[in-house]
């Protein structure tokens, strides 16, 4: 008994651990670089530097993340959302989640450095160091504007993944990360609402808590509008087709009807709608554009 006991406490140590990657929203970097990947390739690009790419850009954000959560153990161990998690119950300590965050970051660098190419390795180093020095470090704590100033290192991973394919950035690179960039405040915002007791407790600026909820609500609303107009920007550079401009639309209606319902009589259950449709909505629109891509019709 005493060494099933012994396998069942490591497993579950070790679970705990993984789950310090952010799992779900590893999936969700892994899938936007893959998208920039795609759109990169004229056809279909080399299946091995694809899969080498995905899994060096995938190291570091899951070290970014373990980073994250060390930082901020103090922080999550006051929240609900987040006190679960095995750095702020003190299940994982510090030296080896630094370790084992060093080991991935530093397995991805390298492989991005000696397979995929330097410019793509410079921007993701680069992106860790915002993420986990400049945005948790100094914004989060600091401005309600945090998401907005921090929220580019979380833009990142379709440019990421087209400076893997081509070694180069291009405009439509920058267009997947505006769009991705004007997607997050409205996004993270929504949460702040419904769990704005939680970012309370651990003192955190978060823009509900300094502004209230109309302004709040009002911002969420005017960066759903931004995003809307960046959405039809491919089509103006000849990128997309009627796939794209159709989903494009139907998505941005969904967006923005939730965004005004939300602005005009808010609720919480209304704020936790728009979070989760955020994230289907980028899923979507990203997945229109790739079907666009390998079969285009143009628009008349």
């Known amino acids: 008994m005493q060494p099933a006991m012994g396998w069942r406490h490591t497993l579950l140590h070790v679970s705990a651990l993984l789950l310090l990657l952010k799992p779900r929203v590893l999936l969700l970097i892994v899938f936007c670089a893959l998208v920039g990947m795609l759109l990169a390739s004229p056809g279909l690009p080399s299946l091995g530097l694809l899969c080498l790419a ?77 993420y986990t020095l400049v945005y948790t470090l100094l914004l989060k704590p600091r401005t309600p504007q945090n998401i907005v100033i921090g929220g580019l290192s979380g833009a990142m991973p379709p440019l990421l993944g087209w400076t893997a394919m081509t070694g180069q950035i291009s405009p439509h690179a920058l267009l997947l990360l505006l769009i991705i960039y004007l997607w997050t405040p409205p996004h993270f915002w929504s949460l702040a609402l419904y769990r704005r007791q939680d970012y309370a407790r651990a003192g955190l600026p978060m823009l509900p808590l300094t502004h209230g909820q109309a302004y709040t609500t009002l911002s969420i609303l005017l960066y759903s509008c931004l995003l809307a107009a960046a959405t039809l920007l491919p089509l103006a550079l000849g990128v997309a087709g009627c796939i794209y401009l159709l989903a494009a639309l139907l998505l941005d209606a969904r967006f923005l009807f939730l965004a005004v319902q939300l602005h005009r009589q808010y609720a919480d259950a209304l704020a936790r709608r728009m979070f989760s449709w955020s994230i289907w909505y980028l899923t979507w629109l990203f997945a229109a554009m790739l079907l666009d891509h390998y079969c285009l019709i143009p628009v008349s």
């Open 54 to 130: 995905m899994v060096g850009i995938a190291l570091v954000a899951g070290a970014a993340a373990m980073m994250n959560c060390l930082l901020e153990r103090l922080l999550d161990a006051r929240m609900q959302r987040t006190a679960w998690r095995a750095t702020a119950r003190g299940e994982a300590g510090r030296g080896e989640t630094l370790l084992l965050a060093l080991l991935l970051g530093g397995s991805g660098m390298l492989l991005l450095c000696w397979r995929v190419n330097l410019l793509t390795a410079c921007l993701t180093l680069g992106t860790f160091l915002a």
